[in-house]
């Protein structure tokens, strides 16, 4: 089905710029993981899927595994205790760039204050990688509260743009969760029928 759907591009040129959640090292601890196609699945289709993220639905498992093999990405997941809260994975591209390419919360996690925590995480892991300039989109499918909890943060917006966009229906995400998992145990030669 298609949607019009407006999307928000947003930056912080420098540390100075960053106001990061009061206390939020305390509230979440991260925990990097590794470049395994299985569980950077699991994290984009269990934290977007109530936000209708497709854009890598129709991965194969080998594209996933060109992706994380092939670019210089960091994911890390965030606990609150011992509940896994979300998580975030950073992309370093140009002029070390740091790209918030995907940034999350599980849905049993929303509304307890960790969004900014989880947020102010991904910032400081990003400058201290060697960030030249951090930045991030989102768009008026995300929850209601992430551009102001981007804004509160110290990003600026710079660029937006509408347009009409194809949104997978229920049927089709569930296919598409479906054929990644047949190419996954295929590429896995689990010998599961």
């Keep these: 089905m298609k949607e019009t759907v407006t999307t928000y591009y947003l930056e912080m040129n420098s540390p100075s710029e960053f ?10 601890e991260l925990k990097p993981i590794s470049k395994d196609i299985f569980q950077h699945w699991m ?13 890598r639905l129709k991965w194969s498992p080998a594209e996933w595994e060109d992706y994380l093999r092939t670019n210089n990405v960091l994911t890390y997941l965030a606990f609150s205790k011992t509940s896994l809260t979300g998580y975030f994975e950073l ?8 790209e918030i390419r995907f940034f999350g919360l599980f849905t049993s996690s929303i509304g307890k204050g960790f ?3 989880l947020l102010s995480h991904a910032v400081d892991v990003a400058w201290k990688s060697g960030a030249e300039k951090v930045w991030l989109h989102t ?11 981007y804004q509160a ?3 600026k917006l710079v660029k937006e743009s509408t347009e009409d966009e ?3 229906d229920k049927k089709e995400y569930l296919n598409l969760i479906h054929d990644f998992m ?5 590429s896995q030669n689990t010998g599961l029928k």
């Design 19 to 28: 106001i990061p959640t009061k206390g939020f090292k305390e509230l979440i």
């Design 43 to 55: 994290l984009f289709v269990g934290v977007g899927l109530p936000w209708r993220w497709y854009s």
């Design 91 to 98: 992309l370093t591209g140009e002029n070390n760039a740091v």
């Design 115 to 117: 969004g900014g925590a």
């Design 139 to 149: 768009c008026t499918s995300d929850h209601q509260a992430a551009l102001s909890n």
């Design 153 to 155: 943060r110290g990003f």
């Design 166 to 168: 194809f949104i997978p």
């Design 182 to 186: 047949d190419n996954y145990i295929d």
